[in-house]
C-alpha cells in the first residue's frame, strides 16, 4: 500500500471533506432544476439550496417539549457521519486519504448510523408521523442492506479487495475487468439501493407535502432553523456520496491515483462530467415513474437482491 | 448477607477472570482430584480456549454481581443458586474427562433452572422453566450418548486422549458422535430450531443472571462445538462446517425477526441471543469449512473472529439486560407499550442502554462493528475454495448476515425509541426511579468494557488467533506490528477503528463549534410537538411498539403468520352499538407450529398407547419382570 | 414515459416571464404590518418556504395557490417553495375568515413557526372576513388571531395577483 505521511493524511481527508460538503447542494438543486424542466416549468436555480440552507442557519431552532438531547444530537451525528463518509470513498482520487480506515462495510454501517439516530429523532417528539417515518425508514434501509454486500462482493471477488480505493484503483487500470454481466447487474442492483437508501422517486418523493405518502420527511418534520439545515445537508451529501460511489466503482475511468495538479483537475472534469450524466438519468427516471405503494417497496427490494445475487453467481460460476 | 455474597462472588468473579486470562495467555494448569466425582474422578486442565472462556465467566459475573447488589435488594432467594450456577460454569470450560463435564454441565443446568424459577408464583415464570428443564435435559440425554459412544469406541473417559484417537475412528462413527454432540450443544446454544426455550427462561429469570445466561451459558454450547468438531473429533468433512453455517444463518434470521416484533422487552433481548448465536456459529461454521478444506490461515481467521463476537456479545448483552432490568424495575412492567420517557426520568440507564442498542447493531465505532466486519471478511474470503457448491453456502450466510445487520438496526430503534423516547404511556413509567448506584456502576463496567472492546481489535486478535491456531493444531500466524489497523489478506481490506473514531469525534465537535462561533440558533424556543394544531397531545398519539413493526409482520408475513382476532360486544338492544371492541394481532411461531406441536403430539399419542400396559394387575407386572429376565439373560 | 417525454420536449417551457406582472392592478398589496422590514427582505428575498393554512376557507383561494405551483405560473422559480410543516416554514399564507373551529389552530401554528416569520394574509376572507363578514361563525379576518404583515385582496386572487403580492412582500418587484 502506498505509505502517505500521517500530516498529509489528515489534510487531504479535510480537503476531500471538504468538497464533498460544498458540493452537494448544488448536485440537489441540479436535480431539483432538471426534474422542473423536464416537467415544462422553468424551476429554481440550481444553487437554491446554498440559499435554503443559508436561510435557515439564521432562524430560530423550535424544539418540542416533548424531545430529549438526542433530538438535538442527532443532526451532529448525521453531519459527522457524512463527513467521516466523505473521507473513505473515493471521490477525486482513488485512494482517499482515509482509505485504509474501512471499506463498503464501514461506508454501509456509517450510514446506517446515520440513518439510526434519524430515525430515534422522529420517534422522540412523540408524533404519530415521526414514528411512521421512523418505522418505514429503517424498514426500507434494513431490505436494502443485503444487495448492497452482495454487489460489493462481486466487485471484491472481481478485484481482489473490499477496499473502495483499490476497487476503484484495479478497475480503472484493468478495464477488461468490468467487461463482464456480473458487472452490469451489480449496477444495477446498487443504482435501485441508491434510489432506496436516498429517498428518491420511486421509494420516496422527497417533495411530497402528503405525510402519510413520506418516509424521510416524515422524520424531520419537527426540525428547524439550524438543525434543519444540517440535516438537508447531510442528505445532500449523502445523495452526492451514494451518486459518486456508484460512477467511481463501476465506472471509475479517468480518475488519478496521484494527487497532482493536472490530475486533480481532470479528476475533478471527470468526476462533474458522470455526476451531470448521473443526475441527468435520475431526473428523468423521477419524473418518468411514478412512487411506489409503501408495501411494494420489499418487491423492489426483492428484485435488486436477486439482481445481486445474479451477479454474484455469474462471477463465480463465469471464472 | 445478600449484598456480601455478591461482593464475594464479584471479588471471585474477577480471580476466576484474571486467571482465565492467564490461561488464555498460554500458562497451563493441571488439577486432579480423584475422590470428588465418580468414575474417574474430577479432571481440570486449562489450556488456551478454556482460559479464554473462563475470563468470559469471571468478566461477566463482576458487573452482574455488583448489579444484583442493588437488584436483589437484600433478597435471600436464589443465593445458593446463583454461586452454584456461577462455579459449574467456571468448571465446565476446564473439564478434562467426561464425568467432571457432564457433572458441571447439569450442575450448571439445575443452578439456571433453579433461578429462572425465582418467582414461582407466576405461571409463565413455572412454565419457562419446565420448558426449560425439558429441552436443557434433551440436550443432556444427546450429549451423555454421544460422550458413551466416543468412550466405548476409544476406551478412555478423558478427552485428551480422545483428540488422539480420533484417526482410528471410522467416518461413519465421528459423523455420529459429531451429531450427537453438536445437537446437545446447539440445544443449550439456543440455535434454531432448538431455542425454544430461550425466549421463555431469558425474561423469567432476575436479569443479572439472564445477563449470564445470555452473555456466558449460551456461549458454552459453542464452546462445546467448537471442541467436538476441530479437537475431539479431529478433521471432518465440510458438511459439518456446512451444517453449521446453514443453521447459523436461519438462527441469526429467525431471531432478528421474531425480535423485531416482539413487545416484551426481555424477550425481545433473548430473540436478539438467538441472532448473535447464529452469528457466531456462521463464523464458526466457515472456520470448521475452512480447516476441512486446508486453509488453515483463513480458518484461524474465522475463528478469530467468532471468539471476538463471543466477547463482544457478552459485554453488549449483559450491558442491554442489565438496562433493561433497571427499566424494569423502575417502570415496573416488561411491556413495550406501556413505557417510554424514560430518558428524561432515567437518563444513566437510558444512556447505558443506547450505547448497549448502538454496540449490538453493529454500528461504528463500538465493538459490535469490528466482530460483524471480521466476520464479513471471513466470509469474503471464500473465493479461495475451488468448490461452487461451498462458494454458494458462503454466498447465502453472506446475504443472510447482512439482512441480519439491517434488521438488528430496526429492531433496536424500535426497542430503544419505544421504550425510552417521547411521553410515558402508563402512570408507572411516569412515575420511574432511576436505578440505583450499584446498578449504575455496573452499566458503566460495560459501557467501559464495549468501547475497549471497540478500540483494540489490534490487540486482542493476535491472542485470539493464537487460541483459535492451538485448538486447530497449527502453529500461531504471525501478527503484524501495526497498533491502529487490522489487515486481512494484505490487501483485501483494512480496518481503523481508533481513526474511525477519532474522524466521527471531530466531525461531531466541528459543526458544533462552527455554529457557535456563527451564534447559530439565533434563539432555541420550546414548544409542544407539532400535530396539525389539534388541541390535544398525549401519549396516545404515539407510536406502538406494535405499529412500529408492522412493516416487518407485512414483509415476513409467510413466517409470522399473524392472526386477526377481534371480540366485539355490543350493547343488548342492537348489535351495532359496540359496548367494547378487543383486537389482538398475534404473531405464531412457526417452529412451535411445525416441528414441536407434531413432535409433541406423536408423543402424546405414543405414550397414550404405551399406557396400555399400566393395567394396575400385580400379576402382570410380575411377568413383565419375568419376560425382561429372560431377555437379558439371552442378551448376555 | 417516452410519450409524456417527446410531450414535454415539444411544448418546452411553459413558464409565464415575470415581466407580465407589473401590468397588473397598481396596489394589490397592503402593507398592514410593521414586520416587513428590509432586514426580512434581506433574509427572505431569495429562498422562502411557505406553510398555507386554511383558517375555514371555500378553497376559491386554494385552488389560485394551487395554480401557482404549476408549469404556467411556477412560483419555484423566485426560490419560493411550500411546505408541510410549519417548523420548516418562513411564511404563513393564511386564507379564509378565520373560523372559530380553526382560530386556536391557526394560533398554534403561528407559534409552531420559528421566528423570524411573516404571515401573509390571501383573499378578502382573511382581510375582513369577506363574504363572512358579521357571521356568528367566524372572527372575521386573520388579524383577530395572529399578527398580519401583508395582505393580497381579491375574492379570489389570481395566481398572477398572489405571485405580485409575495413578490412586492419580499421587495423584488421593482
Known amino acids: ?319 | 448477607m445478600a449484598t456480601s455474597l455478591h461482593v464475594l462472588m464479584a471479588l471471585g468473579g474477577l480471580t476466576v477472570g484474571l486467571l482465565g486470562f492467564t490461561g488464555w495467555m498460554g500458562d497451563a494448569r493441571a488439577l486432579d482430584v480423584p475422590w470428588l466425582v465418580p468414575l474417574s474422578g474430577l479432571s481440570l486442565r486449562m489450556d488456551p480456549l478454556g482460559g479464554f472462556f473462563l475470563l468470559l465467566v469471571g468478566a461477566t459475573t463482576v458487573p452482574s454481581s455488583i448489579y444484583a447488589i442493588g437488584y436483589a435488594r437484600g433478597a435471600r432467594r436464589g443465593l445458593g443458586a446463583y454461586a452454584l450456577f456461577v462455579l459449574a460454569m467456571a468448571v465446565v470450560p476446564l473439564a478434562a474427562n467426561v464425568p467432571t463435564f457432564l457433572l458441571a454441565w447439569e450442575l450448571m443446568a439445575l443452578a439456571s433452572y433453579a433461578l429462572v424459577l425465582t418467582d414461582d408464583r407466576d405461571p409463565a415464570a413455572v412454565r419457562a422453566a419446565w420448558i426449560y428443564a425439558v429441552m436443557t435435559h434433551a440436550g443432556f440425554a444427546c450429549l451423555l450418548s454421544g460422550m458413551l459412544l466416543m468412550t466405548a469406541w476409544t476406551g478412555s473417559l478423558t478427552f485428551a486422549d480422545w483428540r488422539a484417537a480420533a484417526t482410528t475412528l471410522s467416518e461413519p462413527a465421528r459423523n455420529l458422535v459429531f451429531v450427537l454432540l453438536a445437537l446437545g450443544f446447539a440445544g443449550k446454544a439456543g440455535v434454531i430450531p432448538l431455542h425454544v426455550w430461550l425466549p421463555a427462561a431469558h425474561p423469567a429469570a432476575p436479569s443479572h443472571v439472564s445477563a449470564l445466561m445470555s452473555g456466558v451459558m449460551i456461549k458454552l454450547g459453542v464452546m462445546g462445538i467448537l471442541r467436538v468438531g476441530l479437537e475431539w473429533l479431529g478433521v471432518g468433512p465440510p458438511w459439518w462446517g456446512v451444517v453449521l453455517m446453514l443453521a447459523g444463518t436461519l438462527s441469526a434470521l429467525g431471531g432478528v425477526l421474531y425480535a423485531a416484533v416482539e413487545v416484551d422487552l426481555k424477550r425481545l433481548l433473548a430473540f436478539s441471543s438467538i441472532d448473535n448465536i447464529g452469528i457466531i456459529l456462521i463464523a464458526v461454521g466457515a472456520g470448521f469449512v475452512f480447516h476441512s478444506t486446508g486453509l488453515e490461515t483463513l480458518a484461524i481467521f474465522a475463528l478469530a473472529a467468532a471468539f471476538y463476537h463471543i466477547l463482544n456479545h457478552a459485554a453488549f448483552k449483559a450491558l442491554l439486560f442489565l438496562g433493561a432490568g433497571a427499566v424494569v424495575h423502575g417502570a415496573g412492567t416488561r411491556d413495550l407499550e406501556a413505557m417510554g420517557g424514560l430518558i428524561k426520568r432515567m437518563p444513566w440507564t437510558s444512556a447505558a442502554f443506547l450505547v448497549g442498542a448502538l454496540a449490538i447493531a453493529a454500528l461504528p465505532p463500538l465493538n459490535g462493528f469490528v466482530s460483524e466486519w471480521l466476520t464479513f471478511q471471513a466470509l469474503l474470503q471464500n473465493g479461495r475454495i475451488p468448490r461452487p457448491e461451498l462458494n454458494l453456502v458462503f454466498m447465502l450466510a453472506l446475504a443472510g448476515l447482512a439482512l441480519t445487520g439491517g434488521l438488528a438496526v430496526a429492531c433496536f430503534v424500535r426497542a430503544f425509541g419505544i421504550a425510552f423516547l417521547a411521553l410515558p404511556r402508563t402512570e408507572a413509567a411516569a412515575g420511574a426511579q432511576e436505578a440505583g448506584p450499584t446498578m449504575r456502576a455496573a452499566m458503566a463496567l460495560l459501557v467501559v468494557a464495549c468501547a475497549t472492546l471497540a478500540l483494540t481489535p489490534t490487540l486482542l486478535l493476535p491472542p485470539l488467533g493464537a487460541t483459535a491456531a492451538r485448538l486447530l493444531g497449527d502453529a500461531a500466524p504471525s501478527s503484524r506490528e501495526d497498533l491502529l489497523t487490522i489487515a486481512v489478506s494484505g490487501d483485501f481490506a483494512t480496518l481503523s477503528m481508533p481513526v474511525i473514531a477519532a474522524a466521527l469525534g471531530l466531525g461531531l465537535v466541528l459543526p458544533f463549534v462552527l455554529l457557535r462561533v456563527g451564534h447559530a440558533p439565533s434563539r432555541i424556543r420550546y414548544y409542544e410537538t407539532w400535530n396539525c394544531g389539534r388541541l390535544l397531545q398525549t401519549s396516545r398519539m404515539e407510536y406502538t411498539a406494535t405499529a412500529f413493526a408492522s412493516p416487518f409482520r407485512r414483509v415476513f408475513d409467510f413466517l409470522y403468520r399473524p392472526e386477526r382476532v377481534v371480540e366485539i360486544e355490543a350493547h343488548g338492544e342492537s348489535r351495532f352499538f359496540v359496548r367494547r371492541m378487543v383486537y389482538r394481532n398475534p404473531t405464531r411461531s412457526l417452529v412451535e407450529d411445525w416441528l414441536y406441536a407434531p413432535l409433541l403430539g406423536a408423543v402424546r399419542a405414543g405414550t397414550a398407547r404405551v399406557r396400555a400396559i399400566q393395567s394396575g394387575s400385580a400379576n402382570l407386572y410380575l411377568i413383565y419382570v419375568l419376560a425382561a429376565l429372560l431377555v437379558l439373560l439371552v442378551l448376555a | 414515459m417516452f410519450r409524456q417525454l417527446a410531450l414535454t420536449l415539444r411544448v418546452g417551457i411553459a413558464t409565464e416571464p415575470p415581466r407580465s406582472f407589473p401590468t397588473l392592478p397598481a396596489l394589490p398589496l397592503e402593507d398592514v404590518g410593521p414586520r416587513l422590514s428590509a432586514q426580512i427582505q434581506r433574509i427572505f428575498g431569495r429562498s422562502l418556504h411557505i406553510r398555507q393554512v386554511d383558517a375555514g376557507s371555500c378553497n376559491g383561494c386554494e385552488l389560485e395557490i394551487g395554480g401557482l405551483a404549476g408549469p404556467h405560473y411556477d412560483v419555484e422559480r423566485f426560490g419560493i417553495r411550500f411546505v408541510a410543516s410549519p417548523r420548516h416554514a418562513d411564511c404563513l399564507l393564511v386564507t379564509g375568515p378565520v373560523t372559530l373551529n380553526m382560530a386556536e389552530a391557526l394560533r398554534r401554528t403561528w407559534e409552531a413557526t420559528p421566528d423570524p416569520k411573516i404571515v401573509i394574509a390571501a383573499g378578502d376572507c382573511s382581510r375582513d372576513g369577506g363574504i363572512f363578514q358579521g357571521s356568528y361563525a367566524v372572527l372575521g379576518g386573520v388579524a383577530a388571531v395572529v399578527p398580519v404583515d401583508a395582505v393580497i385582496p381579491g375574492c379570489p386572487p389570481s395566481p398572477a395577483a398572489l405571485i405580485a403580492g409575495l413578490l412586492d412582500a419580499l421587495g423584488r418587484r421593482s
Open chain 1, 1 to 319: 500500500m502506498r505509505e502517505i505521511g500521517a500530516p498529509a493524511a489528515v489534510v487531504g481527508a479535510l480537503a476531500q471533506a471538504l468538497l464533498v460538503a460544498l458540493a452537494a447542494p448544488l448536485l440537489v438543486g441540479l436535480v431539483r432544476a432538471l426534474k422542473a424542466r423536464l416537467t415544462g416549468r422553468r424551476g429554481p436555480d440550481p444553487w437554491q439550496p446554498y440559499l435554503d440552507i443559508l436561510k435557515q442557519l439564521r432562524k430560530e431552532a423550535v424544539i418540542s417539549t416533548t424531545a430529549s438531547w438526542l433530538f438535538r444530537l442527532t443532526p451532529f451525528v448525521l453531519v459527522a457521519t457524512m463527513l467521516v463518509a466523505a473521507t473513505v470513498v473515493p471521490v477525486l482520487v482513488t485512494r482517499p486519504a482515509l482509505s485504509f480506515a474501512g471499506g463498503i462495510m464501514l461506508l454501509m454501517y456509517l450510514f446506517m448510523l446515520g440513518t439510526f439516530f434519524l430515525a430515534l429523532a422522529g420517534l422522540d417528539s412523540g408524533s404519530a408521523f415521526g414514528g411512521m417515518g421512523s418505522s418505514r425508514e429503517v424498514a426500507v434501509a434494513a431490505l436494502a442492506e443485503p444487495t448492497v454486500m452482495l454487489a460489493v462482493f462481486a466487485l471484491a471477488l472481481r478485484t481482489g479487495t473490499t477496499n473502495l480505493g483499490t476497487v476503484a484503483e484495479r478497475l480503472g487500470g484493468e478495464p477488461a475487468l468490468a467487461a463482464h454481466p456480473g458487472h452490469l447487474l451489480a449496477f444495477l442492483a446498487f443504482f435501485i439501493v441508491m434510489l432506496a437508501e436516498t429517498g428518491r422517486l420511486p421509494v420516496d418523493n422527497p417533495a411530497t407535502h402528503l405525510e402519510l405518502t413520506m418516509i424521510h420527511e416524515a422524520m424531520i418534520l419537527e426540525y428547524s432553523g439550524p438543525y434543519l439545515a444540517m440535516i438537508e445537508w447531510a442528505s445532500a451529501m449523502k445523495l452526492f456520496l451514494y451518486m459518486t460511489l456508484l460512477i467511481n466503482l463501476f465506472v471509475p475511468w479517468w480518475i488519478p491515483t496521484e494527487v497532482t495538479g493536472a490530475g486533480m483537475l481532470l479528476g475533478m472534469l471527470a468526476l462533474a462530467g458522470k455526476l451531470v450524466l448521473l443526475a441527468v438519468a435520475l431526473a428523468v427516471l423521477e419524473t418518468a415513474v411514478a412512487k411506489l405503494r409503501l408495501f411494494r417497496v420489499p418487491e423492489l427490494l426483492a428484485g435488486s437482491f436477486a439482481l445481486a445475487l445474479l451477479s454474484v453467481a455469474s462471477v463465480v460460476l463465469l471464472r
